[in-house]
């Protein structure tokens, strides 16, 4: 099976305000939680039904879990939007990544998805990170835009990459970012892209 595409932010400088629309807010992670993400995911990812259970053992449990760096977008308080900070090890503390990033269906449209990953990408920055990465699919078309406007800048870690990649800006109408793609691995140390390409 291919694997998902990857995207990098080779640093975290020059991140924009959070700004979120009128009647919305943001907060980090409190106890109980689990259910809110369960719900956020299941409604905006499809396929299986997430339960408490489900976040406990994916993220709340794990002992990479930043709960500083777990965000709800909220609506009247309640939870209709999530991404959370990420790392690969424990002591990762170099390349943060974006991870579940999900908005429930009817919050759709107000750039939620965009200020939950502007929220962790802040939350990386300003715990020393020094660039982030995220996986996502090809079908994900409005999230693969709002990766792009935050700086993202897709990087192939597989075979048959290119051509995806191809696809997925003809969608968007937009040139390929040929250039920009090549310099990702030139502008980072080895090591950085190392970890960035794993």
């Given amino acids: 099976m291919p694997r998902q595409l990857r995207m990098v932010r080779p640093n975290l400088e020059n991140l924009p305000k959070l700004e979120l629309p009128a009647g919305y807010g943001m907060r980090s992670y409190r106890d109980g939680d689990e259910e809110h993400w369960a719900r956020i ?29 777990f965000y709800l977008a909220t609506y009247r308080d309640i939870p209709v ?11 990762e503390r170099d390349v943060g990544n974006v991870h579940m990033v999900g908005v429930v269906t009817e919050h759709t449209g107000h750039k939620l998805g965009k200020w ?20 996502t699919d090809d079908f994900r ?11 993202f800048i897709p990087v192939y870690v597989e075979e048959g990459q290119p051509e995806r ?24 140390p080895d090591g950085l892209w190392a970890k960035v390409s794993a």
Wanted: proline fraction near 4%; glycine fraction near 6%; charge should be neutral.
């Fill in 41 to 69: 995911i299941s409604d905006s990812f499809g396929g299986t039904e997430r339960t408490a259970q489900d976040t406990r053992d994916q993220i709340t449990e794990r002992d990479v879990f930043l709960p500083d760096g």
């Fill in 81 to 91: 939007g999530t991404a959370c900070a990420w790392t690969d090890a424990l002591d």
């Fill in 116 to 135: 939950v990953s502007l929220a962790v990408l802040r939350y990386l920055r300003d715990n020393g990170f020094k660039c982030a990465k995220l996986d």
């Fill in 141 to 151: 078309i409005p999230a693969v835009k709002t990766y792009l406007n935050l700086g």
């Fill in 165 to 188: 990649w191809r696809k997925i800006f003809e969608k968007l109408k937009l040139p390929p970012m040929t250039s920009q793609i090549e310099s990702v691995q030139r502008v980072l």
